[in-house]
Nanobody, 121 residues
Framework: QVHVVESGGGLVQPGGSLRLSCAAS?????????TAWYRQAPGKQRELVAS???????NYADSMKGRCTISRDNANGTVYLQMNSLKLDDTAVYYC??????????????WGQGTQVTVSS
């Protein structure tokens, strides 16, 4: 079981910035095979925004390339999503997902409850 908590959402004007935080618990030493940010806008499917693996490999959605940065604090495993030049279309609930695998208990993953990001003038 992975417990995930997001924070940092809010209301921002177009062109503004926000930093989201994702804190996951459950994995030993806070080491997760993969942590990712997804988002879901009203009436749309949930989509990947960015992901980072244990080894540091990073992937961004085409729509967010150049506008966001995913990073990880290796001391505590917290993953951040820095978003800049926000657009109206970035309005969505942003979810964090984390997973890890234990040689003793198998695979575990979890989703956070989501944090609302609203881009509006």
């Amino acid at each position: 079981q992975v417990h995930v908590v997001e924070s940092g959402g809010g209301l921002v004007q177009p062109g503004g910035s926000l930093r989201l935080s994702c804190a996951a618990s459950g994995a030993q030493n806070s080491i997760y095979a993969m942590t990712a940010w997804y988002r879901q806008a009203p009436g749309k499917q949930r989509e990947l925004v960015a992901s980072i693996t244990r080894g540091g490999s990073i992937n961004y959605a085409d729509s967010m390339k150049g506008r966001c940065t995913i990073s990880r604090d290796n001391a505590n495993g917290t993953v951040y999503l820095q978003m800049n030049s926000l657009k109206l279309d970035d309005t969505a609930v942003y979810y964090c997902y984390a997973r890890y695998a234990s040689p003793f208990t198998g695979a575990h993953d979890g989703w956070g409850q989501g944090t609302q990001v609203t881009v509006s003038s």
